[in-house]
């Protein structure tokens, strides 16, 4: 069995993002999914308005301005609040965002970044993104993890 | 006569490389760095096949080749640009080099009092190191303005501040607006006005105006001239520092150890004469091997007729872009100095969106600060697009550029 195959396996994704996975396999090619990922820049769950963007929340590495922050609703379900200037960048927000939302913070600090790989938005992903992307993702992880910590 | 494109792109094996989609590559990054024609490769894969050995020390067959492909490297490399071998230091890069004026020269000839004078238009490898050394020393840092309107720097500026400087430090084609600067203008002031009526210390960035005219160093006039040799279809990693000897004489080494080295006792050491004294460890030996190539391969050109094809080529580009809504041009392509850069942003669509987009069509672009902060923030963006041509583009690929731009804007804007 091969990595992409493996990683593909459905219980690995909570089944929002899993839905969203599916979605960007089914584009016909890079062009469709940047269109795709763009369309998912304007549907933030819980976008973080530009007067709330300061220097704690701001995700370092990324050569875009990109801002993130966590928090529980009254549930106790995870959420994600976020915005950056460009829309690549927003977009994996978003999809990460709504992947996310609502689910127990335990769930959350579990899930792996190779989600984007699954997309087949690697190539979308410069080393100076990527590693913007990780610290945004290892960011969100270890605050899921905190928040679980505390509960 | 004009450039045989055909022929020229046929020494250039990546250019026929296709990407995803089966989309052919447009490479227009060439700001960042040259593609390699296949004798460059080949001069380094021969050096490595056959004669890979360290230079200057061993007497076996091996080193005497290493060394006599090495120095006769620098003999040809520096003949190029108009200057004895003895004038040509090699060094990492433009960024090096620069940094070898600043730790080797300007820390053991300038002390507080002294002015620097650069410009908003710079790398930031030709303003950072003046800071770290403002900051030792106490040297003063002054920066002529870029004239918002033209986009060139203000001369009259340039004129009242050069009178206080001791060293001037100044790009001569911008990375970021294609803008040549009138260098030889900048070097006659600051000899006869600089440092007070003395004559000021010029340092020239020509890193990005090699790939596009042939420098003479000597008929230029200036003290220093750092530049690199991947921005020429040359290697990375090597570059090169230009110096008058007699300028050479009064730096001191700021990497020391190997190659650098006359003797050591446990008491001190003594260095080797010229430029060796500044070419620490084992040098970049395959490198100056390509590099020797690049300038052997160029030196078949006519770089004015090289110089008039890029120039258009940005030219007309920038005039097509400029009738795509939302698209704005930094930059000056109405001189007919300017060179194949072409820096752009959209209204609406983020620059980095814009070069992944590009991307996805096969047209390699760059976005970013361009390692200018200080330019960007004078031109009131934080960065912008770019598209950079050479000498192997074509007509086509502006073409086919121009019409994705369209495409996505259309789509995305």
């Known amino acids: 069995m091969n990595q992409k195959k493996k990683r593909g396996n459905m219980s690995d994704w909570p089944h929002p993002l899993q839905e969203i996975i599916d979605e960007f396999k089914e584009c016909f090619d890079r062009m469709e999914r940047l269109e795709l990922l763009f369309e998912y820049a304007n549907k933030l769950p819980h976008e973080l308005e530009t007067k709330d963007w300061t220097d704690e929340n701001r995700v370092r590495g990324c050569q875009s301005e990109a801002h993130v922050e966590c928090t529980i609703d009254e549930k106790g379900g995870f959420q994600l609040h976020g915005a950056a200037d460009a829309n690549l960048v927003q977009g994996l ?16 600090a579990k899930i792996k970044p190779d989600f984007v790989e699954e997309m087949d938005m690697k190539a979308s992903l410069t080393p100076s993104r990527a590693n913007g992307f990780m610290n945004m993702f290892e960011m969100i992880r270890q605050t899921a993890q905190k928040m679980s910590d505390e509960r | 006569m004009g450039l045989d494109l055909d022929a020229i792109r046929a020494d250039f094996p990546i250019l026929s ?3 995803e989609g089966g989309r052919p590559l447009v490479y227009l990054d060439n700001a960042a760095t040259t593609q390699k024609p296949k004798q460059v490769i080949e001069a380094m894969n021969s050096y490595y096949e056959n004669s890979n050995s360290n230079v200057h020390r061993a007497v076996h067959t091996l080193a005497g080749e290493a060394t006599e492909g090495y120095e006769s490297a620098r003999t040809e490399i520096a003949s190029y640009f108009g200057a004895p071998r003895d004038h040509l230091i090699f060094t990492s890069g433009t960024t090096e080099a620069i940094n070898l004026v600043a730790y080797g020269w300007a820390r053991a000839n300038l002390s507080k009092g002294d002015v620097i004078l650069t410009t908003e238009m710079e790398h930031h490898a030709d303003i950072v190191p003046w800071q770290i050394l403002s900051k030792e020393r106490g040297i003063e840092i002054r920066y002529i303005p870029l004239e918002r309107d033209t986009l060139t720097l203000d001369m009259d500026a340039f004129e009242i501040g050069v009178k206080d400087a001791s060293l001037v430090c100044v790009v001569h084609t ?18 006869t006005s600089g440092n007070h009526g003395k004559g000021a210390f010029v340092m020239i960035d020509a890193a990005q105006a090699a790939p596009h005219e042939r420098i003479n160093f000597i008929e230029l006039g200036c003290d220093f001239m750092a530049l690199s040799s991947h921005k020429m279809g040359g290697p990375t990693g090597i570059g090169g520092l230009f110096v008058k000897p007699e300028i050479m004489e009064t730096m001191d080494p700021f990497i020391s150890g190997g190659d650098m080295i006359e003797t050591v006792t446990l008491e001190g050491s003594t260095f080797q004469k010229g430029p060796q004294k500044f070419e620490a460890g084992t040098p970049r030996i395959a490198e100056a091997f390509g590099w020797h190539a690049a300038v052997k391969w160029l030196s078949q050109l006519d770089m004015q007729v090289i110089h008039e094809h890029v ?34 942003l959209h209204e609406s669509i983020h620059a980095e969106d814009l070069a992944h987009l590009l991307d996805s ?10 390692c200018a902060q200080p330019l960007m923030e004078a031109l009131g963006v934080s960065s912008t697009a770019r598209v950079s041509f050479w000498l192997y583009n074509t007509e086509e690929e502006s ?13 995305f804007g």
């Not at chain 2, 911008?174 to 000899?191: A, M």
């Not at chain 2, 080529?313 to 795509?324: V, W």
């Open chain 2, 311 to 344: 120039s258009n080529l940005a030219r007309k580009t920038a005039e097509k872009m400029s009738s795509i809504p939302g698209i704005k041009i930094y930059g000056r392509h109405d001189l007919n100095t300017c060179s194949g850069v072409v820096s752009f």
């Open chain 2, 174 to 191: 911008s990375n970021v607006l294609g803008v040549r600067n009138n260098v030889e203008q900048i070097i006659e002031l600051s000899k």
């Open chain 1, 93 to 108: 927000i978003a999809i990460l965002a709504i992947g996310v939302d609502g689910l127990p913070p335990s769930t959350v």
């Open chain 2, 17 to 19: 490389r296709m990407m």
């Open chain 2, 361 to 370: 069509g096969g047209f390699a672009v760059r976005t970013g600060h361009h």
């Open chain 2, 399 to 411: 073409e086919a550029f121009i019409e994705h731009l369209t495409s996505i804007v259309q789509r």
